[in-house]
Every structure is written in structure tokens, then in C-alpha cells.
């Protein structure tokens, strides 16, 4: 029920995973399960492949997300938060209230202990075919050097574990590659880094390095991170509205890859665009089955006992 086009993009999105995921994966709908079955019955998909959590209760986009959960322990965030603390769903995706889905996810399943900050990251597609990954990406404006250190860690075992990257190369982004270069944070972070056992740190990364092969994994506060993104967002959909297509910047489409996890929580929960389409959804249904099935967040919890 959460996002811009809600519900219909959620159920369709329902409807195209269900025909790549394996039959023992199930899909859990949180909502109006009246209106998805009503739907499915309408596109002629099987309502009973589904499992559904009925509720009519919504947190809306523009509510304190703190408050709401609280006053609406009923909605489909609230919910879908109580079932992922319980484990009896593996993985919770919502285009919903993005402030509720942050929230929910440090005070529900909890941040990992040893864990500063969790953070989020973004695909970096890079020109020889393969994918890169960057953090934070909105989550953490401010970060000490502790914390870009921790993200180096969780960059890099998402790396390894879910695009299967041997030893991923982790980069600090900074304005030059010498490591002098930067703010006072951006120095300080180097310097714990250099001496890094937790992750193969391969030093500063520029931002002409982002989409080629210097790194795999690209560390930065979430200020700069955000920037980032919306710029190489914008710059897609410009090459689009030119009508302008091309093997490499077509995969700077975010639907592609669906939403974003939460890295440094117990447990798998993925963000979504409030614009996500039905293919964007899908994809991030896909996305959580891999980080399922890869026991990432067991993996970063081993990382930071």
C-alpha cells in the first residue's frame, strides 16, 4: 500500500516475481489482501500463490514516521516490521514512508551491535559490464572517521557475498588519490583505513573513478553519496527524455536493480523509490531472496563480534 502507485505497482510487481522466484519462496502481501485478490483475479494470476497480512491502516508520506509507528501499530510498515522481528518473513520491502522504513528497521530489528551507523548504498554500473557498489548514499549527511571505516566493512562484505566479488577492493572518495588530499574527515578515514585487515582498502578513488575498474566498493559520507546519485539520476533521465540510448548508461536505470538494502541491521530490508514501477519492485524482491539467501546480515553480525 506504500508509494506514488500503490497498490497496483506492488501487485503487478507480485505477480512478475512470482514467475522467477522458486515455488518454496513465498511472497507475504501487506495490506488490503480484499484489493490484491480482486486484482490478481482480474489480470488472471492465481490470488492463492500468495500469502497476506490484511490491513487497511497506511502510514502516508507525509507523517512523522516516529509518531506513526507508534499511533498506527496496525499499518502495513508496523506490521511488516513485527513479522521480520519475529522471523516469520525473511525479508521486508516497502516504496512506503522512507523515514517510517528507517526507523522501523533500527528500532525493530535492531541495529547489529558494535555497528556506529547503518547505511545504504547504490549500484555503480561499471564499463566493462560488472557492478560496483557506494555507501552511504543519504542515510549518514555527517560521519566521523569510524564510521566511514564501518562502511568500508559493510561495503564489502555486501560485495563479496551478494555480487560475489573475491577480495572487493574498497576506495575512499576524495577530491585526489594522495592521501593528504580532503577535509580533516576524509584524512583522518584514510589513515585508519591504510591499516585495515577488515577489507582489502586499495586507498582515494576521484570521482572520475567511479564507474571504472579502480574499485569495487566506494566509500563516502552520505551527503556526498546523494549528490552523487541524483546527479547520475538526472543525467539518465536527460540521455532519456533526448531520446538517447546506449548499452552502458541504460543500466544507470534504477529499476533495474530495484531499491536499496539497509546494511548493519539484523535482518534484510530493502528501501524503494516512491516512484518505483512494477519492474523495480520486482527486482527487489529478487534482491532480498540473494541477500536471504547469502545470510548477509548473519555475515556482517560475524564481522563485528
Do not use: W
Not at 49 to 58: A, N, Q
Not at 63 to 84: R, V, W
Amino acid at each position: 500500500m506504500g508509494g506514488d502507485f500503490a497498490p497496483n505497482n506492488e501487485l503487478e510487481a507480485a505477480v512478475l516475481a512470482s514467475k522467477e522466484l522458486p515455488p518454496h519462496i513465498k511472497i507475504v502481501l501487506f495490506g488490503d489482501s480484499n484489493i490484491a485478490k480482486k486484482y490478481f483475479t482480474e489480470k488472471g494470476a492465481d490470488p492463492n500463490i500468495f500469502e497476506y497480512v490484511h490491513t487497511t491502516d497506511v502510514i502516508q508520506m507525509g507523517e512523522h514516521p516516529t509518531k506513526a509507528l507508534s499511533q498506527k501499530p496496525n499499518s502495513t510498515i508496523a506490521l511488516g516490521f513485527k513479522y521480520l522481528k519475529e522471523n516469520a518473513i525473511q525479508g521486508f520491502i516497502s516504496a512506503g514512508n522512507t523515514g517510517a522504513m528507517m526507523v522501523g528497521a533500527m528500532f525493530s530489528v535492531k541495529v547489529v551491535p558494535g555497528i556506529i551507523r547503518p547505511s545504504i548504498g547504490t549500484i555503480l554500473p561499471k564499463l566493462n559490464g560488472s557492478l560496483g557498489f557506494m555507501l552511504d548514499v543519504g542515510t549518514n549527511a555527517d560521519c566521523k572517521p569510524d564510521v566511514l571505516y564501518q562502511f568500508g566493512i559493510l561495503g564489502s562484505l555486501f560485495a563479496e557475498h551478494v555480487y560475489k566479488i573475491n577480495k572487493p577492493r574498497v576506495a575512499l572518495l576524495n577530491i585526489g588519490e594522495e592521501a593528504e588530499k580532503g577535509n580533516l574527515v576524509s584524512q583522518a578515514a584514510y589513515n585508519l583505513m591504510k591499516e585495515s585487515k577488515d577489507f582489502n582498502f586499495v586507498g582515494n578513488v576521484e570521482g572520475r573513478d567511479l564507474f571504472n575498474e579502480k574499485a569495487d566498493v566506494v566509500v563516502c559520507e552520505g551527503f556526498t553519496g546523494n549528490i552523487v546519485l541524483k546527479a547520475c539520476e538526472s543525467f539518465y533521465g536527460m540521455l532519456k527524455r533526448k531520446n538517447k540510448s546506449d548499452e552502458f548508461f541504460d543500466r544507470f536505470n534504477y529499476e533495474i536493480y530495484g531499491g536499496t538494502p539497509i546494511l548493519g541491521i539484523n535482518s534484510t530490508v530493502i528501501i524503494c523509490h516512491g516512484i518505483s514501477s512494477p519492474l523495480a519492485i520486482k527486482n527487489s524482491l529478487l534482491l532480498a531472496k540473494e541477500i536471504s539467501e547469502a545470510n548477509l546480515p548473519d555475515k556482517i553480525k560475524e564481522a563485528f563480534n
